[in-house]
């Protein structure tokens, strides 16, 4: 179907939200019939109906399912939301329905060539650098996905001749059928969402899958330092050619780290790159991001000159370590996209000196001891709000950290870390949770912080 229409199939979209409201539109506008369905009754049909024309072949369902209304539908497009083990998506799998993402449609229905990336964490960052290298080196290109800009929106704009650069989250990868990058890469794997996949073994096996369509003409990049990875690409039975990269190790074949170098690796000859003092990215985790860009680049055969260049250039993404402003001596950073520990560890190892932390949030069943660990002496103050704060203190507490505040709202957290922060001091946003509860998104979340920072 990649490339053709849905004419005169008629196709279900679970969830009202952005991507659903996306892919309605290409569905429409590749000449199907649409059921949209949202079990959130409070929405307004009348506005959903303004995304659309007055005449488009769409039904709008909200509240309880209509049974009756899934006659002669063989397909749903799943919003990410939405957990596979609900009742509502056993209804549909009783009947025959197959599941696809959004990106799985956006894929059926677009041209040209595809890489997407995933990770737990660094591909946000990954995909908007891949995405300005390819703009840079090749000029016709899209950067989509999880990073904002759903795939379906973009995919009647594909030509044979253009690029997609896609962030793919473990959500959007549950309900792959036929989704097959060129190029793919997987950042790393450390554990995240297991209130929705439940088991390591299970979000590993989903993040893996962004491969599963791939052939011998294929790349797959992965991260060398990650053992799950490692022992992923090493096996016989993987069909892409594996391209990998180390932080902290030397390698023969790959991108390396070498003495604050970045380096190209083939049977043992060596090239250097780019320094990482030439960069505008902090921390290991972002020189990481920055190998996984340029050996995703260097297979799709883009010139190393634009490669480069667009490196020098790139910033760092919004809510992704960015620096918000200074005040009285102290910076203020960004980083709310830290929504697990893990993520929240590389912020705080990226901090360049002594940090007042804001912490805290949703709860996705994450541990936060190594957390706590990686503090290090770094983190003077622990400010924690939301959901989490409870269990993060006494967390911290059991691992001797005792320098902890607690705040009702964010406003009061960037207050009390302006008090106590010395000129020379880092502030920190990097809450290790998700911002459910508090906040809409991350975004939001993000946003509030830095009003609170410049209002000062």
């Known amino acids: 179907m990649k490339g053709e229409t849905l004419m005169n199939e008629k196709v279900m979209v679970a969830g009202a939200g952005k991507s659903g409201i996306a892919a309605t539109k290409l569905i429409l506008e590749t000449g199907g019939e649409v059921l949209l369905y949202d079990g959130n009754e409070a929405l307004s049909e009348e506005k959903i109906r303004e995304n659309f024309p007055e005449n488009a072949r769409l039904t709008i369902c909200l509240g309880e399912l209509d049974e009756t209304l899934l006659t002669g539908i063989q397909i749903c497009v799943m919003s ?23 990106i799985e449609l956006g894929f059926q229905v677009a041209k040209g060539q595809l890489l997407a990336i995933t990770g737990t964490n660094g591909k946000t960052t990954t995909t908007a650098l891949t995405g300005a290298i390819m703009q840079r080196a090749f000029g016709n290109s899209f950067t989509v996905g999880n990073i904002g800009l759903p795939y379906t929106e973009v995919a009647l704009k594909t030509t044979e001749k253009s690029i997609t650069v ?232 059991r691992h001797g950290f005792t320098n902890i505040m607690f705040a009702e709202d964010m406003q009061e957290a960037v207050k009390v870390c302006a008090s106590y922060a010395n000129a020379g001091d880092y502030v920190l946003l990097s809450p290790a949770c998700a911002s459910w509860g508090m906040f809409p998104n991350y975004e939001v979340r993000g946003k509030v912080f830095k009003e609170c920072v410049r209002a000062l």
Not at 80 to 102: A, C, H
Not at 297 to 321: N, T
Not at 333 to 350: C, E, F, H, R, V
């Open 80 to 102: 990410p939301g939405i957990d596979l083990e609900t009742p509502f998506v056993r209804k549909l799998t009783d009947k025959k329905i197959q599941l696809w993402s959004e």
């Open 166 to 397: 896609l962030e793919a989250s473990s959500f959007q990868l549950e309900t792959i059928i036929r989704f097959h990058p060129h190029v793919a890469a997987i950042t790393n794997i450390t554990p995240d969402h297991l209130n929705r996949h439940h088991t390591m073994e299970n979000y590993i096996r989903i993040k893996e899958d962004i491969s599963s369509n791939q052939t011998v003409d294929d790349f797959l990049v992965l991260n060398y330092d990650d053992e799950v990875l490692r022992a992923f690409g090493e096996r016989k039975d993987l069909k892409p050619k594996v391209v990998f990269f180390s932080s902290t190790q030397l390698l023969d074949d790959g991108y390396d780290l070498e003495d604050g170098v970045i380096c190209r690796k083939e049977k043992g000859e060596k090239t250097e790159l780019i320094r990482t003092d030439e960069l505008q990215l902090l921390g290991r985790h972002n020189f990481e991001n920055v190998m996984t860009a340029i050996a995703m680049a260097v297979c799709m055969k883009a010139p190393m000159d634009a490669i480069l260049d667009a490196v020098r250039k790139f910033r760092a993404v919004e809510h992704r370590i960015e620096f918000v402003a200074e005040r009285y001596g102290v910076k203020y950073y960004n980083d709310s996209k830290g929504t697990n520990p893990d993520a929240a560890i590389q912020a705080i190892k990226a901090m360049p000196g002594p940090t007042l932390l804001i912490g805290g949030g949703y709860d996705k069943g994450s541990s936060y001891d190594e957390w706590i660990d990686a503090f290090g002496g770094k983190v003077r103050y622990l400010v924690l709000l939301g959901q989490t704060r409870d269990a993060i203190s006494d967390c911290a507490k």
